[in-house]
């Protein structure tokens, strides 16, 4: 079965500061799918950005962005420019490719918090 | 997002009782799941569905059960809610299998139930 760890329960950065996420997971599969979701106080679920294991370069939506390591089975995130906005709690999340659906896995969760 | 509605969003109910979650999607998407979120563990599948009157157990199905008798609406039951069963639940929706991954999982904005 895969599983995914976020290994830091909380963090903390300055506003217009860069923060890193760390998310590590295991699999057997060569073919898969990597997501970062954000939930607010609101606890709407919101996708932040996605990566394709095929792909070797990593995924940036606007400042947000990854550092995917396949062998390492790493896949962290990275907010550049921190905003107050960005307070939240980070889910890794981990999708196989083919023959079960979308069915994610997810990771504990990071809280991140945003100083002015 | 108004594409995926639960209710009740909040629910405070005994220990014994019968409870029904509803879940709605208005995007005509093939899949759709119940999660529940807890403080640390992250999300967690309880049950999924393929297509109408098509489901599957997730990693955490004990005194669950759904039922999809139509596309739009997936419910989740407990048959005899317990108080381990306090919890945010999630419904979530996505659309057919492609290998572009655009696959993306939309959420509903989560049921609180309390189980005293």
């Known amino acids: 079965a895969q599983t995914v760890t976020q290994s830091q329960p909380e963090m903390s950065v300055q506003e217009a500061e860069t923060v890193t996420l760390s998310c590590t997971y295991d699999?057997?599969?060569?073919?898969?799918?990597l997501f970062w979701y954000k939930q607010p106080p609101s606890r709407q679920m919101i996708l932040v950005i996605r990566?394709?294991?095929?792909?070797?370069q990593n995924a940036t939506e606007n400042r947000f962005s990854v550092n995917f390591q396949k062998a390492a089975k790493s896949f962290s995130l990275k907010i550049s420019d921190s905003q107050l906005g960005d307070a939240a709690m980070y889910f890794c999340?981990?999708?196989?490719?083919?023959?079960?659906?979308?069915?994610?896995?997810f990771g504990t969760g990071t809280r991140l918090a945003v100083r002015p | 997002d108004a594409g995926i509605t639960q209710s009740p969003r909040h629910k405070v109910t005994e220990t014994g009782t019968p409870v029904t979650l509803r879940c709605h999607q208005t995007?005509?998407?093939?899949?759709m799941y119940w999660y529940r979120q807890d403080p640390g563990h992250g999300l967690r599948l309880i049950h999924y569905?393929?297509?109408?009157?098509?489901?599957d157990k997730g990693e955490v199905s004990d005194g669950y059960s759904v039922s999809r008798s139509k596309t739009e609406d997936f419910l989740l039951t407990l048959e005899s809610a317990t108080s381990s069963q306090t919890s945010v639940y999630f419904c979530?929706?996505?659309?057919?299998?492609?290998?572009?991954?655009?696959?993306?999982?939309?959420f509903g904005a989560g049921s609180r139930l309390t189980v005293l």
């Open positions: 979530a929706s996505s659309n057919v299998l492609a290998r572009s991954g655009a696959n993306v999982l939309t």
């Open positions: 699999t057997s599969e060569s073919d898969y799918y």
């Open positions: 990566q394709e294991a095929y792909k070797q």
């Open positions: 999340a981990y999708r196989r490719e083919a023959g079960s659906g979308d069915k994610l896995t």
């Open positions: 995007e005509n998407h093939r899949y």
């Open positions: 569905s393929y297509g109408v009157k098509d489901t």
